[in-house]
């Protein structure tokens, strides 16, 4: 979805020797700042195709019903195991680090805080990652290079309607239900583990759901956006499958912590 670089008149080598030196940084800097405003344009063009896929509900609504399921109901299972180990651990963990004299009620707070605020939004974000969205940017590249994507719009369908905005959709109402039953298991597996707990403010709750709906437009988003973008074949696939895992967790954590800066300046 993105073209070369804009080349210079001359090379470098052409330029006498004393000079070469800074021509190449000063060369290197401007086509990395032309590179990060040429992909924040194309992403801008996405967002607004998304936008404009809106408009079309008797395409991606059907479709819409369909990834639901294969994004949320299909990893519940694996939801609820990664939710009840980590609730352990963080039990566990907590009355191991705590010295003498000091109450153990905090294994119930240090675990409702970890798991409701922090580790339940962002694992559940994590795991489906891995689970969904490198096989979404496979299947949307898959579909790319073997021209499926251009035989949609031959048959006048809006190939963002009908493959992106159902997967953002699914991915942003799913995954906040999935931390639901995240923060349940791992709150039971933490009290189970150390037998005391407190109470859950309904704030803790909205805060991690707000992260979770972010998170899952971010999976859903980047790994469409990848996906559309493939070239080369099965091996662009590969690398374009690679690219969404590795970006989507670095998305995922730098969006954590935004999210935990805002939420701590507002007092939340």
């Not at 437009?217 to 662009?236: D, E, F, K, R, Y």
Request: one cysteine or more.
């Amino acid at each position: 979805m993105s073209g070369p670089l804009p080349q210079f008149g001359r090379e470098t080598q052409q330029f006498p020797v004393v000079q070469r030196a800074s021509i190449r940084f000063f060369r290197r800097v401007t086509r990395w700042w032309v590179g990060l405003f040429r992909d924040v344009g194309v992403r801008s063009y996405f967002v607004r195709d998304i936008a404009r896929a809106l408009g079309d509900p008797a395409t991606y609504i059907p479709e819409t019903i369909r990834q639901m399921k294969n994004i949320g109901v299909d990893s519940i299972p694996i939801t609820l195991v990664v939710a009840a180990f980590i609730g352990g651990v963080i039990a566990l963990q907590t009355r191991y680090q705590l010295f003498p004299g000091v109450e153990l009620s905090i294994i119930g707070l240090a675990s409702r805080l970890m798991v409701v605020l922090e580790l339940g939004p962002l694992l559940t974000g994590l795991v489906l990652t891995g689970r969904v969205g490198g096989r979404m940017t496979a299947e949307i590249g898959t579909m790319r290079v073997t021209e499926q994507i251009d035989a949609l719009e031959t048959l006048a369908y809006d190939p963002v309607a009908f493959l992106i905005v159902p997967r953002v959709l699914a991915a942003t109402f799913m995954l906040p239900t999935l931390v639901i039953l995240a923060d349940a298991t791992g709150l039971v597996s933490a009290y189970t583990v150390s037998v005391r707990i407190t109470d859950v403010t309904p704030q803790d709750f909205i805060t991690g759901l707000v992260k979770a709906g972010v998170f899952g437009a971010l999976i859903s988003g980047l790994a469409c956006h990848l996906g559309l973008g493939v070239t080369g074949g099965a091996q662009g696939v590969g690398t374009a499958t690679t690219r969404t895992v590795v970006y989507t967790i670095v998305a995922l954590i730098t969006v954590d912590l935004l999210f935990t800066a805002v939420f701590y300046y507002l007092g939340f």
